[in-house]
């Protein structure tokens, strides 16, 4: 079958191309089908000038959410949405897969409802990080702002398998009614049929279709990305990744090391992103990849996100720094004991101090995550916090701060009560505490005051304020 996979456009993804449509490409192509890949989120930062560009930082990001904001985006109109339909529907594909985020559901929404109006017979599948399961209880499922309406079938978690699925009893004349992984409609509901099997050896996955982008287009043209695993060990409160990717696995050490050296020899990149949740999710297989990295010359620098790990010696980072490790990203998100054991973060603030000290001393920069506003933060757990930024400017690279969002299906949500979580906002950002005291105001007052002690060092940072309905800080 002919399937064209579409990214519409979102507050991110300028800098690489994304994994999650190479893969699915990769798998569609080995198991013989025609794919062709729309990027229209890059097509569209492409032509837009320095200014408008600005819409994709990462404090802007509430423009593509938030019904409003999204409305008055000035380079977005009738004629640019045709335009893509146009694209889009010239593929003549038999099946139209979108992956969706939270920042790109509103312009999705967009395309799809207008796809259905020119072409009601035209096949579109949903999924990605915004498509996943309630509960496994629910049997009446929906998605932000109606998007299921104008799609055929949605598929929940993981998607290359579940995927080949769709198309297989598609080919065949079969029901999608029960498929695991997806949700399908049925007598003007939308019924979750479970959870697929995850994808167990993660050494069988063709290499990303890299070739299906144009590289030209983006702006990190040394860099490509690059997974070692999938899900994460962990289970921090607020994350969801534990619940789309079910459980962690890894790739072997071995495998990830062959597909960097394919890519080094094809594209010439010197730079590997880890899009990993966690690249130290397994210690030895992590381990071992830093030593496969030297023993074979490969000759890349590389980065991920890392949790905070005593296991952590001189000797190691060392080694890591020898495999070409540039730098960490760390979600510390808080410097206060109490409020990292409420997280269940699984180190303390003096764990995190001795790994951001011996990174230094390893010659590995460190990029700092940060939660504002976690339900209990009193003013001394956040002057904690304060203090420790402060205490370790030297030492962090780059710090990005954000405001707590209870995000949907996430601990927090699902036990806001243990929490004193009261969500009667107009979205998940805009929560209070049950006694009022932790609000929106409180929260931006606290990133403000971070801001300064940013502005005061003169350095880059990164930050995402939570805003109103209509787009007010």
């Known amino acids: 079958m002919k399937i064209a996979l579409v990214q519409c456009p979102c507050a991110f993804g300028t800098a690489m191309p994304g994994l999650g449509l190479a893969y699915l490409s990769s798998c569609l192509k080995k198991n013989g089908h025609s794919v062709e890949l729309l990027d229209l989120n890059i097509v569209l930062y492409g032509k837009r000038n320095e200014k408008d560009r600005l819409y994709w930082d990462s404090s802007s990001g509430y423009h593509w959410y938030l019904i409003e904001p999204f409305k008055k ?11 893509c339909v146009n694209r889009i529907l010239s593929c003549n594909s038999d099946i139209l897969g979108f992956s969706v985020q939270n920042t790109s559901v509103l ?59 769709i ?25 979750f049929n479970g959870l697929a099997s995850s994808i167990t050896n993660l050494d069988e996955l063709p290499d990303p279709d890299f070739a299906a982008y144009d590289l030209s287009a983006y702006t990190d043209r040394s860099s490509l990305p690059v997974i070692t695993s999938r899900g994460c060990v962990m289970r921090c409160v607020f994350c969801t990744d534990t619940y789309f990717w079910i ?14 050296m394919r890519l080094r020899q094809e594209y010439r990149n010197r730079f590997v992103s880890f899009n990993d949740s966690l690249v130290n999710g397994n210690y030895d297989n992590f381990v071992r990849l830093c030593e496969l990295l030297i023993a074979k010359r490969v000759g890349i620098n590389w980065g991920g996100n890392c949790r905070v790990d005593k296991r952590f010696d001189r000797q190691l ?19 206060s004991n109490k409020i990292l054991k409420m997280m269940h973060k699984g180190f303390s603030r003096e764990e995190a101090s001795i790994f951001i000290w011996e990174c230094s001393r390893a010659g590995i920069e460190i990029v700092a995550n940060w939660i ?26 780059k710090n990005t701060f954000s405001t707590l969002t209870i995000n949907q299906f996430s601990y ?37 005051y971070l801001e300064k002690i940013e502005n005061k060092i003169s350095r880059d940072y990164g930050i995402v304020r939570q805003v109103g309905d209509d787009g007010s800080i």
Request: proline share 4%; glycine share 10%; charged share 30%.
């Open 73 to 83: 985006l000035p380079f977005i109109d009738e004629q640019y949405y045709e335009d």
């Open 247 to 260: 459980n962690y696995r890894c790739r072997s050490a071995q495998n990830v090391v062959a597909e960097i």
């Open 412 to 448: 927090l949500q699902k036990h806001k009560d243990e929490f004193g979580i009261v969500l009667d906002g107009p979205h998940l950002g805009l929560w209070n505490s049950q006694d009022g005291c932790n609000n929106f105001e409180l929260r931006n007052s606290r990133l403000r």
């Open 107 to 165: 312009f999705t929404l967009e395309i799809i409802k207008r796809i259905k109006l020119r072409k009601p017979s035209q096949r579109i599948i949903l999924g990605g990080p915004n498509c996943y399961n309630i509960s496994g209880e629910d049997t009446d499922f929906k998605l932000h702002h109606g998007l299921e309406e104008y799609a055929d079938i949605i598929v929940i978690g993981e998607g290359e398998n579940t995927l080949l699925d």
């Open 372 to 397: 504002v506003g976690f339900p209990g933060e009193t003013d001394e757990d956040f002057k904690r916090t304060a203090d420790f930024i402060s205490g370790h400017r030297k030492l962090i690279k």
């Open 317 to 335: 980072l060392k080694k890591m720094r020898r495999s070409g490790c540039e730098y960490l990203i760390l979600g510390l998100e808080s410097a």
């Open 167 to 191: 198309l297989r009893r598609i080919e065949a004349g079969i029901t999608l009614d029960g498929l695991p992984g997806t949700v399908t409609p049925k007598e003007g509901r939308w019924v």
